[in-house]
């Protein structure tokens, strides 16, 4: 059935494999016509189907109940247009990030997004986000996606928004499929406004014991682009912050002189943006969170969106944790809810079913079966 789509397919093997679920078969398009052939003859035929890309996210979420066809998108990456004057840019889902980050740096702009690995690309950035420090300047990959081209489950071929800042039609689609994990349908092409990058960069950073000092800085006039916390396991948290633009450095200086020590650096620390390793969750948190023995936390002190690791007992850790928390096992062999509690659940099965009815993307590997 899927020979006859002129798409090249080939057997599915361990490398394929998403959360310890070997495909099938992998599908390899070239166009979004492409994607839309091959979603048709799999619902013809019943397929289960997972969008991937760089394969840096394939273990996040729960596995999913099964994988006949892995879509890679690999062969996806070009930038389709990109307007300088305008700050846009619209690109194949499969580029890599640093690949565009090449691209747009001739221009002198960039696509404000902290991406920790260096093989990941746009579609699955968007597919599956992961929290960034400078985050707390220039929004995430839903704020700054303004266009997005998908494939749906029976191969329709859907548009949303444009190539202009100002023209957000149909913007909710792009906020859907955006940390949907491929059970919605398949990002084929995005299209993002972009910022000048900087002139001038200083991280500042700090030791602590504690984190709750930091937030000095958040108050402060001295405008950071992000403030981070690094909390190993054992021994003493570093706070880092970035600031960007005009007189960077005075005021990472000013900073300084506010904590009455630290370093000032034109590079950032080696962890910064990184996970901190595995099992690997996601947490949320409006104050900096209670911390079990063991456990290893990077993330924004600014927007209160961490990763950590070291635990694998998920309620346990989530017992812990003030109400407002929010505890996600993003990958690693875990114990408890992987998820917990998920107030808009009845909302994303009506999404689900009117996206997906056949239950054919990426089956099960969202909170609820989804």
């Known amino acids: 059935m899927l020979g006859h789509t002129g798409v090249m397919i080939r057997d599915g093997g361990p490398l394929d494999a998403v959360g310890g679920v070997t495909p099938r078969w992998v599908a390899q398009p070239e166009s979004v016509e492409e994607i839309a052939v091959v979603m048709g003859a799999c619902a013809d035929g019943g397929l289960a189907v997972t969008p991937a890309g760089g394969r840096t996210k394939l273990g996040w979420a729960a596995p999913p109940e099964r994988v006949d066809v892995l879509l890679d998108l690999s062969s996806m990456h070009d930038v389709l247009e990109h307007v300088a004057g305008d700050l846009v840019v619209r690109v194949q889902a499969g580029i890599p990030v640093t690949r565009l980050a090449e691209v747009l740096a001739k221009a002198g702009q960039a696509l404000a997004l902290d991406v920790p690995f260096p093989d990941a690309t746009i579609g699955g950035t968007l597919a599956a986000p992961s929290p960034g420090p400078r985050a707390f300047r220039?929004?995430?990959?839903?704020?700054?996606?303004?266009?997005?081209?998908?494939?749906?489950?029976?191969?329709?071929?859907?548009?949303?928004?444009?190539?202009?800042?100002?023209?957000?039609?149909?913007?909710?689609?792009?906020?859907?499929?955006?940390?949907?994990?491929?059970?919605?349908?398949?990002i084929a092409e995005a299209t993002f406004r972009l910022h000048p990058i900087p002139a001038d960069r200083?991280?500042?950073?700090?030791?602590?014991?504690?984190?709750?000092?930091?937030?000095?800085?958040?108050?402060?006039?001295?405008?950071?682009?992000?403030?981070?916390?690094?909390?190993?396991?054992?021994?003493?948290?570093?706070?880092?912050?970035?600031?960007?633009?005009?007189?960077?450095?005075?005021?990472?200086?000013?900073?300084?002189?506010?904590?009455?020590?630290?370093?000032?650096?034109?590079?950032?620390?080696?962890?910064?943006?990184?996970?901190?390793?595995?099992?690997?969750?996601?947490?949320?948190?409006?104050?900096?969170?209670?911390?079990?023995?063991?456990?290893?936390?990077?993330?924004?002190?600014?927007?209160?969106?961490?990763?950590?690791?070291?635990?694998?007992d998920l309620d346990a850790w989530r017992s812990a944790l003030p109400d407002h928390a929010r505890l996600v096992g993003l990958s690693g062999d875990l114990t408890g809810d992987r998820w917990g509690p998920i107030p808009s659940l009845p909302l994303m099965r009506r999404v689900k079913e009117r996206f997906d009815p056949e239950r054919r993307m990426s089956p099960g590997r969202l909170a609820g079966g989804l």
């Open 202 to 312: 200083r991280w500042l950073s700090f030791e602590c014991e504690g984190w709750e000092d930091a937030g000095d800085l958040l108050r402060s006039q001295l405008e950071p682009s992000a403030v981070e916390i690094d909390h190993p396991a054992e021994g003493l948290s570093t706070v880092a912050a970035l600031f960007e633009g005009p007189a960077a450095e005075q005021r990472a200086l000013a900073a300084r002189e506010l904590f009455e020590g630290g370093d000032v650096h034109t590079e950032a620390p080696a962890w910064w943006g990184q996970p901190p390793g595995s099992p690997l969750h996601s947490l949320r948190c409006r104050v900096a969170p209670s911390v079990p023995d063991g456990i290893s936390v990077r993330g924004s002190l600014a927007t209160g969106v961490y990763l950590a690791s070291g635990s694998t």
């Open 138 to 186: 220039y929004g995430n990959a839903r704020d700054l996606l303004i266009g997005v081209t998908v494939v749906l489950a029976d191969g329709t071929i859907a548009r949303a928004g444009g190539k202009v800042v100002k023209n957000v039609a149909g913007y909710d689609l792009g906020k859907l499929f955006t940390g949907s994990y491929g059970t919605l349908g398949v």
